[in-house]
C-alpha cells in the first residue's frame, strides 16, 4: 500500500527533527514523508532537505496555520497517486510499532470486507504510553456536544469514536474523493474535527487504534477532575480560544439542525465555555475577549 506521512510545521525545529526520527525507526516506514513548512523563519526547509535524503519539503511563502498546511498538503499528495495519508503533528513522536499496528488492523478490516472507515493511533500524553490524552471523543447529533470515551474501550483492538485529533489519523484516498479535503480557511483548531464529521456525514466510520502510540506533549492543556470526572481545558494559549469557538459554531451549524444548532447547542456552549473560563483560566479577560471574537466572527461568516 503505497502511505504517506504528512506533517505541517512552523518554526518547531528541533521538535520536527524528534518527530520525523521517530518514524523512521518504526518497524514498517511509509513510503514518503511529506512536510509542509507554514513559512518557518529557523530555517527548516534547509535542514531538512540537508538532513534527511528523500523527504519531501512543501515551503510555503506563509503561515496558513495547522489547517491550511494540512490542506495544501493533503492535495498535493492525493494528485501523487497515494492510496493513504498518515497525518502526524510535527511535536509528536511515534511508537516504533504505530504505522504497523494501523496497517495490521486496517487489513484485517479490508479482509472482512470493510472498506469506509478512517483509521487513528491513540495519543499519549506521556513518555511511558501509558495514559491515553482521551482526546477521542462521541458526538452527540442532537446537541452538538461531545463526551469521553469510556476508558474500558481502550482495551479493545480497535473501537468506534466521533472525534480525533489529525494528529495520527490515517487517511485513505477515497475519503478524500468523496468527502474532500481540511478547510484551510479555519487556519486551525477545530479543523479536524470538522474534517472527521464531514466524512462521517458522507458514510465513513473513524476507528482508533489503541496500540498505536503516539507521544504528544500536552503542555497547553490541563486536566482537572471534578465530581470524579475528568475535564480538559487550554490554557496559555489564547488565539485558540478564538479558532476553536470561531470554527466550532460554524461547524456546528454545518451539522445539525437549524433549531438544534440555535437553540440547544450555541446557548449551552457559549455557557459552558464562558462558565470555564471564569472558573478555571488565568487571564481570564483576554480568553473572554478572544471567545466573543470567535462567536461574533462566527456568525457573521454563518449569515453572510
Known amino acids: ?13 528541533q521538535n520536527l527533527s524528534e518527530c520525523v526520527e521517530s518514524i523512521l525507526r518504526g518497524t514498517v516506514i511509509p ?20 538532513k534527511f535524503h528523500g523527504i519531501e519539503v512543501i515551503a510555503l511563502d506563509k503561515n496558513l496555520g495547522p489547517a491550511g498546511g494540512a490542506e495544501t498538503g493533503q492535495r498535493y499528495i492525493y494528485e501523487k497517486g497515494f492510496e493513504a495519508i498518515w497525518a502526524i503533528d510535527d511535536d509528536a513522536k511515534v511508537h516504533k510499532d504505530a504505522l504497523k499496528k494501523i496497517l ?11 472498506n469506509d472507515f478512517l483509521l487513528t493511533s491513540v495519543i499519549y500524553g506521556d513518555n511511558n504510553l501509558s495514559l491515553p490524552f482521551y482526546n477521542l471523543l462521541l458526538y452527540n447529533h442532537t446537541f ?24 495520527g489519523l490515517f487517511i485513505p484516498r477515497k475519503v478524500f474523493a468523496k468527502s474532500g479535503f481540511v478547510k484551510g480557511e479555519f487556519f486551525g483548531w477545530y479543523d479536524d474535527t470538522e474534517f472527521i464529521l464531514r466524512a462521517q ?10 496500540q498505536s502510540k503516539i507521544y504528544h506533549p500536552v503542555q497547553y492543556r490541563k486536566r482537572i477532575k471534578i465530581l470524579g ?7 496559555g494559549r489564547p488565539e485558540r480560544m478564538y ?3 470561531k470554527n466550532n459554531i460554524i461547524t456546528q451549524q454545518e451539522m445539525l439542525p437549524w433549531f438544534n444548532f440555535y437553540f440547544l447547542f450555541l446557548p449551552i456552549f457559549i455557557a459552558k465555555r464562558s462558565i470555564s473560563i471564569i472558573v478555571f ?16 466572527d462566527a456568525l457573521r461568516i454563518i449569515w453572510r
Request: charged share 30%; net charge positive.
Open 243 to 245: 479558532y476553536g469557538t
Open 31 to 50: 513510503e514518503q514523508i511529506f512536510i509542509v513548512d507554514n513559512g518557518s523563519q529557523d530555517g527548516t526547509a534547509k535542514w531538512i532537505k540537508e
Open 144 to 167: 452538538g456536544l461531545t463526551k469521553r470515551i469510556d476508558p474500558e474501550e481502550y482495551k479493545k483492538d480497535c473501537f468506534e469514536v466521533n472525534i480525533a485529533s489529525m494528529c
Open 201 to 210: 456525514k458522507n458514510g465513513f466510520k473513524i476507528l482508533a487504534v489503541p
Open 104 to 114: 495490521e488492523t486496517f487489513n484485517k478490516l479490508v479482509e472482512k470486507g470493510k
Open 229 to 235: 470526572k475528568n475535564f480538559t481545558f487550554i490554557s
Open 281 to 296: 483560566y488565568e487571564n481570564k479577560g483576554t480568553f473572554i475577549k478572544h471567545m466573543l471574537k470567535g462567536i461574533i
Open 1 to 13: 500500500m503505497k502511505i504517506a506521512t504528512l506533517i505541517v510545521t512552523y518554526n518547531r525545529l
